[in-house]
Structures are given as structure tokens and as C-alpha cells.
């Protein structure tokens, strides 16, 4: 059974930083792409960061160059460092794990709060 456990959200005020982890189980964590979305009240689910299974990195315009996703196949867990935040990055932060393998393969994990305070 895939699981996937986010954690390290929380209140912030403005400026401050978050550290966010997925740890991943039940599945070749290093074979799958790893990323982040973020849903706000009332709003769509937005992609934030990727992170292919060689590491290659991706991300929204809105958190380039103040987020930084990584990743410890060793650990089988993802990060989403987060710096300079702003109260627009106020969401529910999602963990996304996907590969295909003849057919796609996708799961999320149930998701963590992040609150920034202007």
C-alpha cells in the first residue's frame, strides 16, 4: 500500500520559513517523480515544484527563487524548503508522487496546512 505522510506546516508570519517533508513507503520511491501543489480556499490545485527521479527541478513562477525542492531516495522522502514566504502562499500543501510504467501510476498524500500571517 503507497502512502505518502507530508509534514512540517504550520503558522508563519511573512518573511519567516517552512520546511515541508513527504515521507514516502510501499513503493521504488527513486523511481518516481516527486512534487508539491498547493490548493488555496476557494481556488484550483496549482503545481508548486518537481523533481524528476534524476533530480532535475521545476517550478511555479510565483516560488522561484524563495522555494527549493529536494529529495533523499536514501530516506525515501521530498522537501519543499520554503523562504520569504508571503500570506498569498496561505494553502494546503499537497505531495505528489507519479511514474509510468507501461501505464501511469499517481498518489498523493492527504495534505498539511500552511498559514503565512501578513
Known amino acids: 500500500q503507497v502512502q505518502l505522510v507530508e509534514s512540517g506546516g504550520g503558522l508563519v ?7 515541508l517533508s513527504c515521507a514516502a513507503s510501499g513503493l521504488i520511491f527513486s523511481r518516481y517523480a516527486m512534487g508539491w501543489y ?6 484550483q490545485r496549482e503545481l508548486v515544484a518537481t523533481i524528476t527521479s534524476g ?3 521545476d517550478y511555479a513562477d510565483s516560488v522561484k527563487g524563495r522555494f527549493t525542492i529536494s529529495r533523499d531516495n536514501a530516506k ?6 520554503m523562504n520569504s514566504l508571503k500570506p498569498e502562499d496561505t494553502a494546503v500543501y499537497y505531495c ?6 507501461v501505464i501511469p501510476y499517481e498518489y498523493w498524500g492527504q ?3 500552511v498559514t503565512v500571517s501578513s
Not at 76 to 81: E, G
Open 13 to 19: 508570519q511573512a518573511g519567516g520559513s517552512l520546511r
Open 38 to 43: 498547493r490548493q488555496a480556499p476557494g481556488k
Open 55 to 57: 533530480g532535475d527541478t
Open 76 to 81: 525515501n522522502t521530498v522537501y519543499l524548503q
Open 96 to 101: 505528489n508522487a507519479n511514474v509510468v510504467i
Open 111 to 113: 495534505g498539511t496546512q
